[in-house]
């Protein structure tokens, strides 16, 4: 199984990003992955200054932690896709807020964008604020779509950098619906089938085991919308815990 290599890390240099770099560095010490922190300038600022900026910005975080640092100049949710594209990002960590009501707009915005377009996974903060001290339980929910099997790799490539407990839920009904979900499972993790309208019963389901990320996907279709099904949309902004959307 291939492990976790490389990290995207978009700053913005806001005190909320300096809360979430403490996760995105502890999640990367844990993974034994590199981090790289990327800065977009979106005016004429100069170059030199925000390299300066960003080393003072991670000094505190990035202990025992390879980082690389960078500054690309244009729009903020376009160099995050083609740094993406461009380096072996195996996924980005989004801070979802900015620092002020008008920069958590344009954050939230850019985030997202990347949610939609990203071609590979997006880790997105706790939106209550309450970091998770480390991850210990993973809840991992499939819709049983072909893209199920690809959804529940990731969960299992997390659960073993993260040396945590899988769990893999299935929001439907029928003895039909658990057989198929224990083929797709098999010995990676519990399974088990739940009922309810899909949104709301997978957020009490996730607080109620506790999890402490929940991985899900983002939808199969590509379009000129992209790829950020309205469900998942719900899930990021509404969880108890982080979310690792595929």
Aim: charged share 25%; glycine share 8%; proline share 2%.
């Amino acid at each position: 199984m291939k492990s976790i290599q490389k990290i995207l890390f978009p700053v913005d240099f806001s005190e909320h990003c300096a809360q979430v770099a403490i996760e995105v560095f502890g999640m990367a010490r844990r993974l034994g992955a590199e981090v790289l922190a990327l800065h977009v300038l979106e005016s004429s600022r100069d170059d030199a200054a925000a390299e300066r900026e960003l080393e003072l910005f991670l000094a505190g975080f990035a202990e025992g932690v390879v980082c690389e640092k960078r500054v690309r100049s244009g729009h903020a949710a376009s160099e995050i896709l083609k740094a993406v594209d461009e380096e072996a990002i195996d996924f980005v960590a989004m801070p979802s807020r900015g620092r002020s009501a008008l920069q958590a707009f344009l954050f939230g915005s850019i985030t997202e964008r990347v949610l939609h377009k990203a071609s590979c996974p997006v880790w997105t903060e706790n939106q209550s604020g309450n970091a998770a001290d480390e991850v210990g339980k993973i809840l991992c929910c499939v819709d049983l779509s072909p893209a199920s099997e690809e959804v529940l790799d990731w969960a299992e490539r997390l659960a073993v950098g993260f040396e945590a407990e899988l769990a893999v839920a299935h929001v439907g009904h029928g003895d039909g619906a658990l057989v198929e979900l224990r083929r797709l499972v098999r010995d990676r993790g519990s399974c088990e089938i739940v009922t309810g309208e899909v949104e709301e019963t997978i957020l009490r389901h996730a607080a109620a085991v506790g999890a402490d990320l929940l991985v899900i996907g983002r939808g199969e279709e590509r379009s000129a919308m992209g790829r950020f099904r309205s469900h998942a949309q719900t899930l990021i902004r509404k969880a108890p815990c982080a979310v690792f959307s595929v």
